[in-house]
C-alpha cells in the first residue's frame, strides 16, 4: 500500500493524450486546467508536477499532435514519388485525421489557437508557426515535381502551397462544424482539379 500523500502515478503518455483531446475539441481559450486535471483523471497537483501549466501542457500536446501529422498526412508528401498521388493522401489523411470517429474533429494545429488573449499570444505564434512549417513542406514538394518535370515549369509553386493549406484548414474547420467524410471526399475531388491541370501529363 502507498504511503499517505504520496501522489497517485500515472502513465505521462496516456495522460498527454487525454490532455491533447481536450485542447483539440475544446481549443486552447476553451480549455482549462480544471478540464485538464479531470481528464487527465488525477489530483492537480500530479499533473503540475508532470507537465507544469496549462501552456506547457498544449505545447506538449502540440508536439504530440505534430507527430501523428508527421506519420499520417504528411507521410505521402516524402513515400510518394508521383505529386497528384502524394496530395491526394494529404488531402484524404487530413480529412480522415478530422473526423476520425475516435478522435475530436477538426485539427489541433489549424483550429485550436487562431485567437487567444494578449498574454498568450506566443500560442498563437507558435502555432502559426506550425503551419508556416506546413506551407514550406507543400513548397518543396512542389519545387521538387517541376524539377523532375512531373509539374508545369510555369506553376507558382507558393501560390499552389497556399491554395492546398487552405484547402486542409478548410477541411479542418467543415469538420469541426460537422460536415460528412462524404462533403469532405467531394471538396477533395475539386480541390485536386487545378493540381491535376498543372500536370506535364
Given amino acids: 500500500m502507498a504511503p499517505a500523500g504520496r501522489p497517485r502515478t500515472f502513465d505521462k503518455q496516456a495522460a498527454l493524450q487525454r490532455a491533447m483531446y481536450v485542447f483539440w475539441d475544446k481549443g486552447y481559450e476553451g480549455t482549462t486546467m480544471g478540464d485538464l486535471i479531470d481528464s487527465i483523471g488525477v489530483?492537480?497537483?500530479?499533473?503540475?508536477?508532470?507537465?507544469?501549466n496549462k501552456d506547457a501542457i498544449f505545447l506538449e500536446a502540440l508536439n504530440a499532435y505534430k507527430e501523428m501529422i508527421e506519420q499520417?498526412?504528411?507521410?505521402?508528401?516524402?513515400?510518394?514519388?508521383?505529386?497528384?498521388?502524394?496530395?491526394?493522401?494529404?488531402?484524404?489523411?487530413s480529412a480522415w485525421l478530422s473526423r476520425n470517429p475516435d478522435t475530436p474533429n477538426g485539427c489541433l494545429i489549424m483550429t485550436s489557437a487562431i485567437n487567444s488573449?494578449?498574454?498568450?499570444?506566443?500560442?498563437?505564434?507558435?502555432?502559426k508557426s506550425l503551419r508556416q512549417q506546413y506551407k514550406n513542406l507543400l513548397i518543396e514538394r512542389f519545387r521538387k515535381a517541376v524539377e523532375i518535370g512531373q509539374l508545369k515549369s510555369t506553376v507558382d509553386v507558393e501560390e499552389l502551397a497556399e491554395f492546398y493549406l487552405m484547402v486542409i484548414n478548410g477541411l479542418a474547420m467543415r469538420s469541426k462544424d460537422g460536415s460528412s467524410m462524404e462533403n469532405l471526399k467531394n471538396t477533395i475531388d475539386l480541390a485536386l482539379i487545378p493540381l491535376k491541370m498543372n500536370m506535364t501529363l
Avoid at 489530483?43 to 507544469?52: D, H, I, L, Q, R
Fill in 117 to 127: 488573449t494578449p498574454e498568450h499570444s506566443h500560442i498563437v505564434e507558435e502555432v
Fill in 43 to 52: 489530483k492537480g497537483p500530479s499533473v503540475y508536477a508532470a507537465f507544469g
Fill in 72 to 93: 499520417g498526412p504528411l507521410k505521402a508528401l516524402e513515400s510518394e514519388t508521383d505529386v497528384f498521388v502524394a496530395i491526394s493522401k494529404l488531402l484524404k489523411e
